[in-house]
Antibody, heavy 117, light 110 residues
C-alpha cells in the first residue's frame, strides 16, 4: 500500500524558514517523480515544485522560485521541501504527491504551515 | 501562469450526467495531452480520477470520463451518485514545464 506521510509543518514567522519532510513507503521511491502541492485554507490547489526520480532535475512555481528548495534522499525514501523567506501567502496545507511529469496519483494527508507573527 | 478556468459550481440529480469544463490556453491545455482531474471531498486529500486527458486509474469507476477539444478539457460524470459530491480540480502541464490547476468546481448532488 502506498503511503506518504508529511511532517514538519507548524507556525513560522514571516521571513523565517521551515523544512517539510515526506516519508514514502509501499512503492519503489527512487523510480518516481515527486511533487509538492499546496492549498491555502478554503482555497484551491496550487502546484509548488517537482523533482525527478534521481534528484537531478527540479522545477518550481514562480511564486516560490528562489525561496523554496525541493530535494530527496532515495536511501531514506524521503522527500523534502526547504522553505526560506516565508510569507503570509505561503500559509497552506502542503501535500506530498507521487506521480508522473504532470499528474499526481497518490497524495499524503498534508501538513499545515502557518506564517504569522 | 494563470489558473485554468472552471465553473465555480455544478449540480445534478442522482442518475443524471454532469460535465465540468476546464479552459486553458495554447500554452497549456491546448498543447499537451497532460490534463488530469482530481476529486476532493471536504476535509480529505485529493484523489486522481483522470490523467492524460482520458485515462482512468485502476479503481476509478467508468462513470468518470475525460476529453479535450482545443484549449478546453472536460470531465463527465454519468449516473451521478450522492458519493460524487465533492470539489473537482483540473490540472495541466504548461510550456514553462510547470503544472497549473484550475480554480475548482463544487459538485452538488441534489
Amino acid at each position: 500500500e502506498v503511503q506518504l506521510v508529511e511532517s514538519g509543518g507548524g507556525l513560522v514567522q514571516p521571513g523565517g524558514s521551515l523544512r517539510l519532510s515526506c516519508a514514502a513507503s509501499g512503492f519503489t521511491f527512487s523510480s518516481y517523480w515527486m511533487h509538492w502541492v499546496r492549498q491555502a485554507p478554503g482555497k484551491g490547489l496550487v502546484w509548488v515544485s517537482r523533482i525527478n526520480n534521481d534528484g537531478s532535475s527540479t522545477t518550481y512555481a514562480g511564486s516560490v522560485k528562489g525561496r523554496f528548495t525541493i530535494s530527496r534522499d532515495n536511501a531514506k525514501n524521503t522527500l523534502y521541501l526547504q522553505m526560506n523567506s516565508v510569507r503570509a501567502e505561503d500559509t497552506a496545507v502542503y501535500y506530498c504527491t507521487k506521480g508522473g511529469l504532470a499528474h499526481f496519483d497518490y497524495w499524503g494527508q498534508g501538513t499545515l504551515v502557518t506564517v504569522s507573527s | 501562469q494563470s489558473a485554468l478556468t472552471q465553473p465555480p459550481s455544478v449540480s445534478g440529480s442522482p442518475g443524471q450526467s454532469v460535465t465540468i469544463s476546464c479552459t486553458g490556453t495554447s500554452s497549456d491545455v491546448g498543447s499537451y495531452n497532460r490534463v488530469s482531474w482530481y476529486q476532493q471531498p471536504p476535509g480529505t486529500a485529493p484523489k486522481l480520477m483522470i490523467y492524460e486527458v482520458s485515462n482512468r486509474p485502476s479503481g476509478v469507476p467508468d462513470r468518470f470520463s475525460g476529453s479535450k477539444s482545443d484549449n478546453t478539457a472536460s470531465l463527465t460524470i454519468s449516473g451521478l451518485q450522492a458519493e460524487d459530491e465533492a470539489d473537482y480540480y483540473c490540472s495541466s502541464y504548461t510550456s514553462s514545464t510547470t503544472v497549473v490547476f484550475g480554480g475548482g468546481t463544487k459538485l452538488t448532488v441534489l
